[in-house]
């Protein structure tokens, strides 16, 4: 079982930044995936989640309106894509499978929101 994200980096605020997280080793298209970020000294926070069609999405309040999850299920592959972001946002992000007690994390890409 493998998620590995990519797409993080260094952006500007008010700037747009893709993040992917692509799956092997499960049946992708049977687990709920969620984008999960920590930031130094912080808890693991939720971000948003997508439901296995993709037919549900739910967000965390601070990235309502700027974040958007997807998924393709052909590619196996989940996307964050964050509009507008701003410092607060910077942090390590992490993408998650779950499916009954299957529960999978990727390694985390850092995304830094700077000027």
């Known amino acids: 079982v493998r998620l590995v994200e990519s797409g993080g980096g260094l952006v500007q605020p008010g700037g747009s930044l893709r993040l992917s997280c692509a799956a092997s080793g499960f049946t992708f298209s049977r687990y709920a995936m969620t984008w999960f970020r920590q930031a130094p000294g912080k808890e693991r926070e939720l971000v948003a989640t997508?439901?296995?069609?993709?037919?549900?999405?739910d967000y965390a309040d601070s990235v309502k309106g700027r974040f958007t999850i997807s998924r393709d299920n052909a590619k196996n592959t989940v996307y964050l894509q964050m509009n507008s972001p701003k410092p607060e946002d910077t942090a390590v992000y992490y993408c998650n499978a779950k499916f009954g007690y299957y529960d999978y994390w990727g390694q985390g890409t850092q995304v830094t929101v700077s000027s």
């Open positions: 997508i439901s296995s069609t993709g037919g549900i999405t």
